[in-house]
């Protein structure tokens, strides 16, 4: 399974939730609390940090593998294959 071509993308979304998970754990641990500090000054958003990008960005990426790119995906093209095309 871990050593599939096609599964890299859905590791390294993975990755990033289990990574972005134990950045926010760490910060309740030592100061009882999550640390914001990234503040879009030019629309009103919610302040965040780099932990909260790496858990979003690996739910969007297991998502788009589950959608797109897994041999069972939803949404995934029909490939004819040349011998269907020969006549």
């Not at 972005?20 to 914001?36: A, E, H, K, P, Y």
């Not at 909260?52 to 294959?81: Q, T, Y």
Request: glycine share 6%.
């Amino acid at each position: 399974l871990a050593f599939r071509k096609n599964y890299k993308f859905y590791l390294y979304g993975v990755t990033f939730m289990i990574t972005g998970t134990l950045g926010n754990f760490i910060d309740r641990l030592i100061f009882s609390g999550v640390r914001d500090f990234i503040r879009l000054e030019f629309m009103n958003f919610a302040i965040f940090n780099v932990a909260d990008i790496l858990l979003c960005v690996g739910v969007a990426m297991v998502i788009v593998h589950f959608l797109f790119i897994d041999e069972n995906a939803v949404f995934k093209r029909n490939v004819k294959k040349s011998e269907d095309t020969n006549e």
